[in-house]
């Protein structure tokens, strides 16, 4: 029952998406969502980067990722949008280097060291 609830209501819907006007009001409504959404995902979080000397066992580099963090293959570190605490602690397992990347508007210093 709820499988055709679901496609009578798409149904109805599909109707309204020849109207432009609609169409606008719905993506500015999802828009709205979608930037509410990404801003509480990225609450506290801040771009990093990480470089290690030796290669990392696969359940760490698990970690890493789910930490927020990918490896960039070209320049041999792990970057990505992070809380710093927590990546921290997880560098600090196998000797790693973070690096705070400081926001585009700042450039007199792009990257500081920490």
Known sequence: MAG???YGALL??????KE????????????????REAKARDAG???LTVTFAAVLP?????????AGL?????LHHWEGLA???????LAAEHDGKIQRITPP???ESRVSAE
């Open 45 to 47: 979080r801040e771009p």
């Open 20 to 35: 432009s006007a609609r169409v606008a009001e719905w993506a500015k409504a999802g828009g709205h969502i979608f930037d």
């Open 4 to 6: 055709n609830a679901l």
């Open 70 to 74: 990918r490896w960039n293959k070209v």
């Open 83 to 89: 809380d710093h605490a927590a990546v921290a602690a």
């Open 105 to 107: 508007a700042d450039r």
């Open 58 to 66: 696969t359940p760490f580099t698990t970690q890493l990722r789910a």
């Open 12 to 17: 109805s819907l599909s109707a309204g998406a």
